[in-house]
């Protein structure tokens, strides 16, 4: 009989439940922490690592205003502001990679006057930085609206500091660095090349392109119609007007740091890819709108700024506004008639009229200059648009030319001879001719002559008490100062003649008192004797004393006639800006 065996069982394969992942925890006090680290797939830690390596560039090679310590305490501040606030709100330890991320921000844009380049760790001006990281922390725990917060933290933190604290104690960080080269390019590779990636990362590349173009053609809209609009800088030496207003505008580093890294907040732009794309033109046109009335670099950066300020606060109406785009499409608008449409129409076509309009209100009002140093504001002529029509010029030389009406008498063709003291050589200090490369020594040496010229031209307008005579060495705040001293002395009937010897001439850039935005001033610093002779209305001398003679004056353009025609060639004395300290 055969013998049969049992066969073995067979291996039966069982899916293994999956293992669960391990998750982190810190057990303190009977209470379970979880502990969430940083991961590198963050877009955030993306951000902060394209920012870091600006910032050891602007430390290095782009002579940022910024000390290591000021850039730390807005990093260790926004950290530990949201470290705590979830340790006690989410009862988590987190890695603070939005706190981080909103003090570097803050470090980035925001500079105290007084900080220069080198001073690694200066703690100049640390409580503004520390306070403007806790205002942006705060907005976005405080102001919220639907379970989000409706604000970007630094950047509503920064409009809101350089409105109230002004020109005196903040300014944003340049629109321009340094000059293009070899160093400027890498910047925009590092710049630009992250950005976008970032952008593509996050969806935000609709965002991002949307607002760079528009802002190119609204600031060019705008430019057109009002070429007089100017900005004055303190990196360059003339107002930046028209073209190459808009080329520093459209390819500034400081705007495209706004647009690639400010700007496409996840938390704080609509969701949909149709209302990203016309939220960035919103912010472009805002931008624009605002900047028109502006003249001084400080409030053109704040006024791009405030921008998003506003479009943050109209976001949740622009996501009603696109619903039904984002949920049926374009088809949506064809479907029927919609109020909607015409009427987003409507607000398009009355902002890119207005503008022209905001751009031209900047002609209007004074030109931007340095405080006096007594602190008052100089008052500076401004002078807009191209010249008088040809028709004009024309008429006013030739009527210029012709003897006075009813004068049959020859005119004296002599003219005054003005005797001038010995002009020492003027010196230019190293930094003039980085910030003026027009200059050199010839046209130095014409400087010196004229400011020289203008105090003789002063002394004997004093001496006849002749102030139409003062009108041909001074003007604006200048002429007063002579003015008023001739009024004092026909008060009092006395004639002083005032002499001059020189010893040294030097013309330096100056740094002014509290717009420190406005351009670098330059300023021509005499010093020497000056002997004062003091007689009465008989001739008889009263007085005489010598007293060393230091000051520092600014010129402006030749003298005008009454019609606003110029009369001479010479450079005239503007404003005293002796007190001001030196430029770096």
């Not at 010479?570 to 300290?581: P, W």
Request: contains cysteine; aromatic residues 8%.
């Amino acid at each position: 009989m055969a013998s049969s065996e049992a066969a073995p069982p067979q291996a039966v394969s069982v899916p293994k439940a999956p293992r669960p992942a391990r998750r982190r925890a810190v057990n303190i006090r009977g209470r379970e922490y979880p502990v969430v680290l940083p991961s590198l797939r963050d877009p955030r830690l993306h951000v902060a690592a394209v920012l870091l390596t600006l910032q050891v560039l602007g430390q290095t090679v782009l002579g940022f205003r910024l000390s290591i310590a000021q850039i730390l305490a807005c990093l260790i501040a926004g950290a530990l502001i949201e470290f705590v606030v979830v340790f006690f709100k989410d009862h988590a330890i987190i890695w603070p990679a939005s706190g981080l991320l909103t003090g570097n921000s803050t470090a980035f844009i925001l500079r105290v006057p007084g900080t220069l380049h080198g001073q690694w760790w200066s703690t100049h001006g640390i409580e503004i930085f520390v306070g403007v990281v806790a205002l942006g922390m705060a907005t976005k725990y405080l102001i919220r609206w639907r379970g989000r917060h409706i604000f970007n933290p630094s950047n509503v933190a920064l409009v809101a500091a350089f409105v109230i604290l002004g020109v005196q104690r903040t300014e944003p960080l340049d629109l321009w660095w340094i000059p293009m080269g070899p160093w400027m390019i890498v910047t925009y590779v590092i710049l630009v090349g992250g950005g976008l990636l970032i952008a593509w990362e996050l969806r935000m590349l609709g965002l991002v392109v949307g607002f760079m173009a528009a802002f190119a053609v609204f600031v060019a809209i705008a430019l057109y119609q009002v070429p007089d609009h100017c900005m004055v800088a303190s990196w360059h030496v003339t107002p930046m007007c028209g073209r190459e207003l808009w080329q520093i505008l459209v390819t500034s580093p400081e705007v495209l740091i706004f647009a690639l890294f400010m700007i496409p907040d996840p938390r704080t732009v609509p969701d949909g890819q149709v209302a990203r794309v016309v939220f960035g033109v919103i912010v472009a046109m805002l931008a624009v709108l605002l900047l028109g009335p502006t003249t001084l670099e400080f409030w053109t950066k704040t006024a791009i700024l405030a921008s998003l300020v506003i479009a943050c606060a109209l976001r949740f109406a622009l996501v009603a506004l696109l619903e039904p785009i984002q949920t049926k499409g374009l088809r949506w608008m064809f479907d029927g008639f919609h109020w909607r449409v015409p009427a987003a129409y409507l607000v398009a076509l009355l902002c890119i009229a207005l503008l022209p309009v905001a751009a031209d209100l900047s002609t209007r009002s004074p030109q931007p200059f340095a405080e006096l140093p007594d602190g008052s504001t100089p008052k500076i002529t401004l002078t807009a648009g191209n010249g008088p029509a040809t028709a004009v010029w024309v008429s006013n030389t030739a009527g210029a030319a012709l003897p006075p009406a009813g004068d049959t008498a020859p005119a004296s063709a002599s003219a005054r001879v003005w005797l001038l003291p010995a002009i020492p050589k003027m010196s230019i200090a190293s930094n003039v001719a980085s910030f003026d490369p027009s200059m050199n020594s010839k046209l130095a040496a014409q400087m010196a002559h004229d400011v020289v010229l203008d105090l003789v031209i002063e002394s004997e307008a004093r001496r006849s008490h002749d102030l139409k005579l003062a009108q041909l060495g001074a003007s604006d705040d200048a002429l007063k100062e002579f003015t008023d001293v001739i009024k004092t002395d026909i008060a009092a009937k006395q004639f002083v003649q005032k002499t001059y010897k020189f010893d040294s001439l030097s013309l330096q850039l100056f740094l002014p008192r509290f717009a420190s935005q406005a351009p670098r001033l330059e300023g021509i610093t005499l010093r020497g004797t000056a002997t004062l002779t003091t007689r009465n209305a008989s001739g008889n001398v009263l007085s005489t004393s010598t007293t060393t003679y230091a000051k520092t004056w600014g010129l402006g353009c030749c003298p005008l006639d009454t019609t606003g025609e110029p009369v001479g060639d010479n450079q005239v004395i503007q404003v005293d800006y002796t007190g001001l300290a030196p430029a770096p």
